[in-house]
């Protein structure tokens, strides 16, 4: 009865969705204010109905009823309780799910927090929200229902289990956030649209889009970041990126999401790149949705993608197309009539944003089409095969981001309209000696080996120190008594510290990049209890082996003791994982981590000299996810300004006072 409650309700859903979107639209037109306010309560009641059939799911899951043939396809009466649940979104019907559900939840958060907004743009912003949930919700009510139920006579007893390298903690948040990230451009992108169809933008309609930009892109860069951590810990190669298509279709929106971002603040601080700002928001959306395509399409083979339906992939194929074109025409039609801003100099906080937007985009186009290359080209040889690979993305992504790194640390220090670039290079003189000084260490250390990776590695320490070095003058460190500092310290902008964590972050997850891609040592053996593998300075020592029942799999466990200079400093487990009832192996990494970086050591399968062992030591590799982190908690500390929360409904108060003075 609940599943067929959950039903219900994602059809009633679908229903109101429609009124979502004709209604608030059709008022914002006539300008009728009645039909207008219909659109935050459709909203609130969209959300309640998604979150009762997403709920429904759950519980069928948790229950395991095999009835439900999504139930029975990815689930098992062994499962761990939190395997059962992240279950719903390890398949296509449950992930598509979870995808609407996070929609009509930033459908609900816009209606609830954007009680400032102007009445005609808040009904066309919900209108369009409406709209996006009204295209995913036909295409799981009528192609992908997760609630379909098996024959009674029929229904098995046990089920089949999911993806067993799936089964992993990672992987249980690793999607919700990845969705989010994706998900949240559609507001992005709702605005967007909401712009045109009014033709205005103006600073308040920057700041408004700002903060739901910013949530999307920290959900979207830890949603990244765990992915690849993952990646390197569960899949047994050692590695963290492989620019795997589906690794790619989560950075592309990422990319073109942080261009926005600083494009964004373009419009509200200087009134102007209006229209770049709105083909920006388009296209952070738009390749959100070309990701999902990719995962669930069925045209990609990848580890990532763990839902795929060639079928129900032309249904996605039509909603991208009738959004994509659809805005790209709308855009077309109305952009020329949006006014543009203020003039600037070159050489000004405007011309570095201006910068960072144009190689930030070109990075994204670099990646997209190294990505969607090879799908073209099958397409037109009808089946050729080709490889578009590491050496493809590695030369054209970095030869795109070195300009762009060099230059994180001088923007901030740019004023508005007009600069005087060497007074900001300047300011910098102390960030550029610590890097220098890095450089000519790594160098002289190393007798000149490894000179690009020695500019590598100061690049890094430049954004850091650049990013220390920019709060350093915002504090007037050194230059007011102590208690001066800390007091400007803890007064400084949410936006000034986040973007400084943002940009310190950055420059970690190059440092942690160079490090381990240059110093990294592998060794790949077979060895037999007693024998020993050396790495970075310490030793691997085969210890045991034994077999280890768990939940629902079955382990062949291997037992290592890491030495030091001849003294056991630590002990690691390293296993290969059978699921029930799949069979299905996995590699369980043992992992160890120093401050020098990290002694990762695989098992695989035996041969005839022994067990076969990998161990990595990767240098300082945990700084490309403390980096991570970083940037992610930048976020939300740029979320937390006050002025988000304040200066908007101040400015629209007096905006709207305004307009009534002059009716």
């Known amino acids: 009865m609940i599943v067929e409650l959950g039903h219900f309700a994602l059809v009633l859903a679908f229903a109101v969705a429609v009124y979502q979107t004709i209604i608030p639209l059709y008022g914002a037109a006539r300008g009728s204010q009645r039909l207008m306010n219909v659109a935050g309560s459709a909203a609130l009641t969209q959300f309640v109905l998604v979150a009762m059939a997403f709920a429904a799911l759950i519980w069928a899951y948790v229950n395991s009823d095999f009835s439900v043939e999504n139930v029975w396809a990815n689930s098992h009466t062994a499962k761990p309780l939190l395997y059962k649940v992240t279950g719903v979104w390890s398949n296509h019907e449950g992930s598509m799910l979870l995808w609407v559900s996070i929609l009509a939840f930033f459908g609900a958060a816009i209606a609830l927090f954007s009680g400032n907004l102007p009445q005609s743009l808040k009904a066309r912003v919900l209108g369009v929200q409406g709209s996006i949930s009204v295209a995913f919700l036909l295409y799981i009510v009528t192609v992908s229902n997760p609630f379909a139920r098996i024959p009674l006579d029929q ?6 289990g999911f993806n067993p390298i799936l089964q992993d903690p990672a992987l249980a948040f690793h999607p919700p956030l990845l969705y989010s990230g994706y998900v949240g451009f559609s507001v992005a992108f709702s605005f967007a649209i909401a712009a045109l ?9 920057a700041r408004w889009v700002r903060p739901w930009t910013l949530a999307a892109w920290t959900f979207l860069t830890l949603g990244i970041a765990l992915g690849s951590w993952w990646a390197y810990y569960e899949l047994g190669w050692g590695g963290w990126w492989f620019w795997d298509p589906v690794e790619n279709a989560s950075l592309m929106p990422w990319l073109a999401g942080t261009a926005l971002l600083h494009s964004a603040i373009v419009v509200e601080k200087r009134n102007t790149l209006k229209i770049w700002t709105i083909l920006l928001a388009i296209i952070a959306f738009s390749l959100s949705l070309i990701g999902t395509f990719l995962v669930r399409s069925g045209v990609l083979s990848s580890v990532h993608a763990f839902a795929v339906d060639p079928e129900r992939g032309v249904f996605i194929l039509m909603i991208l197309l009738f959004f994509i074109g659809g805005s790209f025409i709308l855009y077309a039609a109305r952009a020329s009539s949006l006014k543009t801003g203020g003039l600037f100099a070159p050489i000004s906080r405007e011309g570095a944003l201006v910068v960072n937007n144009l190689l930030m985009s070109a990075s994204a186009a670099a990646v997209f089409i190294g990505t969607l290359f090879p799908l073209a080209y099958e397409a037109m040889t009808n089946g050729g095969k080709i490889t578009v690979g590491a050496p493809y993305f590695n030369f054209t992504f970095g030869l795109l981001m070195i300009p762009l ?17 060497f007074a900001a290079l300047r300011k910098l003189i102390p960030a ?7 450089a000519l260490a790594v160098i002289a250390v190393t007798s000149g080996r490894v000179f690009m990776a020695a500019l590598g590695l100061a690049l890094g320490v430049w954004i850091v120190a650049g990013a220390l070095v920019e709060l350093a003058g915002r504090i007037k460190l050194f230059r007011a008594p102590a208690s001066v500092s800390l007091r400007r ?15 310190m972050g950055m420059g970690l997850v190059v440092l942690g990049i160079i490090a381990s891609s240059t110093w990294k040592e592998e060794v790949i053996t077979s060895i037999n209890i007693g024998d020993s593998i050396k790495a970075g300075g310490y030793e691997v020592r085969f210890m045991s082996e034994r077999e280890e029942k768990g939940p629902d799999y079955i382990a062949q466990q291997a ?9 056991k400093i630590r002990e690691v487990f390293s296993e290969k994982r ?25 098992i695989g399968d035996h041969d005839k000299k022994g067990l076969v062992v990998r161990v990595y030591f990767q240098p300082f590799i945990y700084l490309m996810w403390i980096g991570a982190l970083f940037m992610a908690f930048g976020g939300v500390v740029s979320l937390l300004d006050r002025r988000f929360r ?18």
């Open 155 to 160: 229904v098995p007893m046990q089920g089949r």
């Open 559 to 567: 037992h290592f003791d890491i030495l030091k200079n001849g003294r």
């Open 646 to 663: 304040v200066g908007v409904a101040k400015k629209a108060a007096a905006r709207l006072a305004a307009e009534g003075a002059k009716s």
């Open 197 to 205: 169809m009014e033709g205005k933008v103006d600073a308040a309609w």
């Open 489 to 503: 310290l803890w007064n400084i902008p949410g936006q000034a510290l986040g973007m400084a964590l943002a940009h």
């Open 405 to 421: 790194l060099l230059l994180i640390p001088v923007g901030p220090m740019l004023s508005w309209k007009r600069a005087d670039l």
């Open 432 to 438: 550029a000696a610590i890097a220098l000084i890095v």
């Open 578 to 602: 059978a699921f029930i009832p799949r069979g299905m192996p996995t590699t369980e990494v043992g992992l160890v981590h120093f401050l020098s970086g990290d002694l990762y050591v695989a």
